[in-house]
């Protein structure tokens, strides 16, 4: 097959080029900077707001992968842009092709930040579209190149974590989230929303300690109510600017108490399990840092 893939230059989208390629599949893959020739990947230059460019990525493409978005922009406009008008420019392009899109599992609970909010009318976009369409919610997704965990994998290595106030929380490893969506794109859909996480459900507690184990210390879990995480998240805007990984829109959602993957809304088993155990993926994570044990 020949997919078409927006996001190919991120985190999920590096994995999901490689799990395709491992396929037997041909790349095509948006962006906006000149990326290193690879045997298997057409690189089309372009953005989601590019009509054109999506057109030609799209144009001969047997599947679609929507997994381009924003997730950090510094006002709702920016949320509106990456992830609504985004999506419905793909969906536009895309016509009645067979589409995987990834979104989130914030969508689940709109009301709790503008990132989720967004993430939920894309959504809406790709289930009144013409388009052949599957939706995955990925738990929170980690392995070797993500950025958003490296702060506790650092903290860690002091024997420290700053938590959301206790609750329940699943995973996945990018490489698993990867494969799956290569198989969603080679197959037929029936209108599917699917939520994925590894299936083992953690408490905040659980989770540092996991990283804990990864980089080689105990680590000392200290739970922040929500209040003194609004505080830590402008003061993380003050330091880090654009770069801030815990910002206001993000305090409420941390704060949810359950961000599992619901049962009767995971894949089915003969389509895909998981492979990665949460310990073997965080030891890969940590060494990806150079920071492990």
Known sequence: ?????????GFVGRAT?????AAGHQVRALTRRPQATREGVVWVAGALDDAASLAALIDGADAVIHIAGVVNPPDKAGFVAGNIDGT??????????RLVHVSSLSAREPQLSVYGWSKREAETIVAESASDWTIVRPTGVYGPGDTEMRDMFRLARLGLAFLPPPGRVSLIH??????LLVLLAERPGAEELYEVDDGETLTHADLAAAIGRAVGRRVLPM???EALMRVAARLDRTLRGDGAKLTLDRVAYLSHPDWTARADRRPPANLWVPQI???????????SYAIAR
């Open 17 to 21: 080029i490689d799990a395709a390629l």
């Open 1 to 9: 097959m020949i997919l078409a893939l927006t996001g190919g230059t």
């Open 223 to 225: 739970h922040l109510p």
């Open 277 to 287: 155990a949460l310990d073997q993926g965080m030891a890969q994570t940590a060494r």
């Open 174 to 179: 990018v490489a698993d989230l990867a494969r």
């Open 88 to 97: 419905r420019a793909v969906i536009a392009a895309t016509g009645v092709r």
